[in-house]
Every structure is written in structure tokens, then in C-alpha cells.
């Protein structure tokens, strides 16, 4: 997964686009963390990507939904989301966002509405 990832990426998750700072990961020792985060909330984590859309200078926008269970309460969870890829020249990701809401993800790209 890091051989993906620029050694300075930025992982921004939908918890904390909702909440600000916190859940914000730096580097490869960030996303090494976000992995293990992830693995001791929730099991059964999967995602369906039912959009990519290039915007262009290495800018992506997605959209699907998250499916999983959490682990301590093992309540199921199927959300909607949005995801903004930022990459170098189209090959390093540079910046990951998660968002539960499609707007705040546009927000994030400054544009107004959802392409296609």
C-alpha cells in the first residue's frame, strides 16, 4: 500500500472532516497508523468505489459506500461516501479525504456540483 503513497501523503478521514483535526494522518508512519486504527474499530471493512472521476492536474473524485461491522458494539454499517484523490503526476497519492457527504467533498475541490 505505502509504494502508492508519497512519503509526505496526507490521509484526511471522514471522522475528522466531520470533527477537525483529529483523524488526520502525515507520511507513511501516518498511514501505517490509519491502517492499524481502522483495523481495531472496525471488521469487515470493505468498499465499493461506484464512481472515479479525473478532474484533471491529478485531481480525482469518487464516490461509493463503506460496509463493515464495528468491532466493539459488531452493529453493521453501510454509508455512503466521497472521496477526494490528489496525486503527483498522476501516479504518487498525495493527498486521500474521506467524506459522508458528497458537498463537503466538492467543497474541498472548490466546485459547485458533481460532475457527469
Do not use: C
Amino acid at each position: 500500500m505505502l509504494k502508492w503513497n508519497h512519503p509526505d501523503v496526507v490521509y484526511q478521514t471522514a471522522i475528522a472532516s466531520m470533527e477537525g483535526e483529529g483523524g488526520v494522518y502525515h507520511g507513511h508512519q501516518g498511514v501505517r497508523q490509519w491502517s492499524r486504527d481502522l483495523e481495531e474499530a472496525v471488521e469487515d471493512l470493505h468498499g465499493e468505489l461506484d464512481e472515479l472521476h479525473d478532474l484533471g492536474d491529478g485531481r480525482y473524485l469518487g464516490a461509493g459506500r463503506f460496509h463493515g461491522r464495528g468491532k466493539g458494539s459488531s452493529a453493521e454499517f453501510d454509508v455512503p461516501m466521497a472521496w477526494v484523490y490528489i496525486t503527483e503526476d498522476d501516479e504518487l497519492l498525495l493527498r486521500y479525504e474521506a467524506y459522508f457527504e458528497r458537498e463537503k467533498a466538492l467543497e474541498s475541490l472548490g466546485l459547485d456540483r458533481w460532475p457527469g
